[in-house]
C-alpha cells in the first residue's frame, strides 16, 4: 500500500505564500511521478502541478511562475512552495502518487485565501 499525507493548508491573505508537504509511505517513492491537484465543492479535480523521479516539472497554467513543486526522496516527500496566493486559489489541494495507470491521494489539505 502507498499511503499519503498531506499538510501545511491553512489560511492565508492575498498575496501571502504557503508551503504545502506530502509524506509518502510504502517504499517505492524514489521512482514515482507524483503531482498536486486541488478541488472546489461543485467542481472537477485539476490539475496543479507534476514532478518527476528525474525532478522535471511541468505546471497548470494558472499556477506557472507561482507555485513551485519539488522532492526529497530521502524524506519520501513532495512539496509544493505557494507564493502570491488569490483568491481562487482557495480549494483542498490532494497529494498524487501514480504507480503505472493506478493512482494513490492524500486526504486532502484546506487552502483558503481570504482578507
Known amino acids: 500500500q502507498v499511503q499519503l499525507v498531506e499538510s501545511g493548508g491553512g489560511l492565508v491573505q492575498p498575496g501571502g505564500s504557503l508551503r504545502l508537504s506530502c509524506l509518502a509511505s510504502?517504499?517505492?517513492?524514489?521512482?514515482?511521478?507524483m503531482g498536486w491537484y486541488r478541488q472546489v465543492p461543485g467542481k472537477q479535480r485539476e490539475f496543479i502541478a507534476r514532478?518527476?523521479?528525474?525532478?522535471?516539472?511541468n505546471y497548470a497554467d494558472s499556477v506557472k511562475g507561482r507555485f513551485t513543486i519539488s522532492r526529497d526522496n530521502a524524506k519520501k516527500t513532495v512539496y509544493l512552495q505557494m507564493n502570491s496566493l488569490k483568491p481562487e486559489d482557495t480549494a483542498v489541494y490532494y497529494c498524487?502518487?501514480?504507480?503505472?495507470?493506478?493512482?494513490?491521494w492524500g486526504q486532502g489539505t484546506q487552502v483558503t485565501v481570504s482578507s
Open positions: 498524487n502518487g501514480a504507480i503505472a495507470t493506478t493512482n494513490f
Open positions: 510504502g517504499g517505492i517513492f524514489s521512482i514515482l511521478p
Open positions: 514532478i518527476t523521479s528525474g525532478g522535471n516539472t
